[in-house]
């Protein structure tokens, strides 16, 4: 009973997931699911999780919302809208790291990450890792994606990554994906996820 109050609270206070904050209106489709992955590379080096959304909302403002957008874009284009975000630092980089990502996503899965799930066949190791074949995508942005796309790719629940396990045991809460997964349905297992690791970005700035 605990358990289960404990959890409402994380979800009514934290349960914001990053896709939502970025503005990305997840749905397993090409546009958003692409979108998604440009917030993953964004996210995929250290720089606060509110830097990251707000740069991808400046990349998706500037129009880029697809792979062939992106890939059409020029490099300054993209290094001037992840400024906005005062994205700084890996700004020139990851100009780079996003249209070269574009242009694999493109010729690999024909701009559509439905092919990559296909690829996978329902084998999350092996999603994980044509994950990280994306440029600036390593093991941990492959969680934060696998933790997000559970939303929208059911096979993937239920996904927590070991920031959010370590949070959860932290809590006094169960700290197994399945343990976590009995106190909420299967819609609001990524916001679960989004609001542990919320927790532990907090504690982390204390």
């Not at 349960?15 to 692409?34: C, F, H, N, S, V």
């Amino acid at each position: 009973m605990e358990s289960a109050r404990m959890i409402e609270g994380l979800l009514r206070e934290h349960g914001q997931t990053y896709a939502d904050e970025a503005g990305i209106t997840l749905r397993d489709k090409p546009a958003p699911l692409y979108q998604l992955l440009v917030l993953t590379v964004l996210c995929s080096i250290r720089i606060r999780a509110e830097t990251a959304t707000a740069a991808a909302r400046e990349l998706f403002a500037a129009g880029l919302r697809t792979p062939q957008a992106m890939v059409e874009s020029t490099w300054q284009q993209r290094v001037d809208a992840l400024g906005r975000a005062h994205y700084v630092r890996y700004d020139e980089s990851t100009a780079t790291a996003l249209g070269d990502g574009a242009r694999l996503v493109l010729d690999r899965f024909d701009g559509d990450l439905r092919k990559l799930r296909e690829t996978a066949a329902g084998d999350t190791d092996e999603l994980r890792e044509l994950l990280q074949e994306v440029p600036r995508i390593g093991p941990v942005g492959a969680d934060i994606f696998c933790r997000e796309a559970q939303e929208v790719w059911p096979e993937l629940r239920p996904f927590f990554d070991e920031r959010s396990l370590a949070t959860a045991a932290d809590l006094g809460l169960p700290h197994t994906p399945t343990g976590l997964a009995h106190h909420v349905p299967p819609k609001d297992l990524a916001r679960l996820a989004a609001a542990l690791v919320r927790v532990s970005l907090a504690r982390v700035r204390r």
